[in-house]
């Protein structure tokens, strides 16, 4: 079986959603030791998505955002940012208010 990254795209009402729900379903079932994350753009979206995958614990739902700026909290103590002279370059204003 190939479980590999998948991306879904379609024009709209084409099915996209259900194609992604029934997939997580699927590979949930079939491997209940792996941890699924299902990804999208739209909060509005993920709400839906929580709801039709309730009751299988190994997928978890997000939109990007909240990915990245989940990433962005939990490295922030490795990435320099709190040291100037790290070599980073200096992060827009958006990014580090979601850090604050």
């Known amino acids: 079986m190939n479980a590999s990254i998948r991306l879904v795209r379609g024009t709209a009402g084409s099915g996209k959603t ?3 729900t029934r997939r997580a379903i699927y590979l ?7 941890r699924i994350c299902v990804l999208t753009f739209n909060d509005k979206l993920a709400r839906l998505l929580e709801a039709n995958l309730r009751g299988y614990g190994n997928v978890k739902v997000s939109t990007f ?4 700026s989940a990433l962005l909290r939990d490295y922030r ?7 100037p002279r790290a070599g980073c370059a200096p992060m827009p ?3 580090l208010s979601m850090l604050a």
Do not use: F, I, T
């Not at 949930?28 to 792996?34: G, H, I, R, S, T």
């Not at 103590?77 to 040291?83: F, M, R």
């Open 65 to 68: 955002s909240k990915l990245c």
């Open 77 to 83: 103590p490795y990435s320099g940012l709190d040291n």
């Open 93 to 95: 204003r958006c990014l």
């Open 18 to 20: 259900l194609v992604l």
């Open 28 to 34: 949930a079932a079939q491997n209940p030791e792996w």
